[in-house]
């Protein structure tokens, strides 16, 4: 339940999270609306930052770039792209494909290629460093090539229960473990937050 992963979040310390379930044309208007008013509803003076959000997961290509529009339309705030992770067969070009449909994070990109890194760099996609098992295994590629682009990164639970969940110190750790030094992780916290204040 978003309010059990919030209260959980919020013991971590983390200060903002974004719920964002698994969509498609199927569901995406009716989670959107769920996610919605149930974000609108979290206490403004609470210890943390909810906002709403969905993943975009194992879309057909041409399905990105309206299932954004709809997204936004909807109230959503940030929007997930469900990358090329090696864990799970995804459509090739993928990557591509959101990060050129305005979402704001590519999620496990898997194996990316320095030019959808550039792509991301140019369209200000996060490119995500994780925890979650199978999709962390191209971290440090992702990483790589993330600091060749100049592309924003985010580290990222991928949490989707309880046992997902990482400190802030532990997450920092995946960021340590993939490669990325203490000033690069620095980084990465100050650019995620001046975006999640534009929001």
């Known amino acids: 339940m978003p309010s059990e992963m919030a209260v959980r979040y ?8 974004a719920i964002t379930d698994h969509v498609d044309y199927s569901n995406i208007e009716q989670v959107a609306a769920s996610i919605v008013r149930f974000t609108s509803h979290w206490p403004k003076r609470s210890a943390i930052r909810v906002l709403p959000g969905v993943e975009l997961t194992h879309l057909p290509l041409e399905q990105f770039k309206p299932l954004v529009r709809l997204a936004r339309s909807k109230g959503i705030k940030i929007i997930v792209g469900h990358g090329e992770t090696l864990a799970e067969p995804v459509i090739k070009g993928t990557n591509r494909a959101a990060v050129s449909a305005g979402i704001d994070i590519l999620a496990h990109p898997g194996l990316i290629t320095d ?3 550039r792509l991301a760099k140019a369209n200000g996609v996060f490119l995500e460093i994780t925890s979650r098992r199978g999709h962390c295994l191209t971290n440090r590629h992702v990483a790589q090539r993330a600091l060749k682009a100049g592309a924003g990164m985010i580290l990222d639970t991928d949490g989707h229960s309880p046992e997902d ?3 802030i110190d532990d997450l920092a750790k995946i960021g340590i473990k993939a490669g990325l030094k203490r000033r690069d992780i620095d980084r990465i916290y100050l650019e995620v937050g001046k975006f999640l204040k534009r929001l």
């Open 115 to 117: 030019e959808d890194a």
């Open 165 to 167: 969940m990482l400190s």
């Open 10 to 17: 919020a013991a971590l310390g983390y200060k903002t999270i």
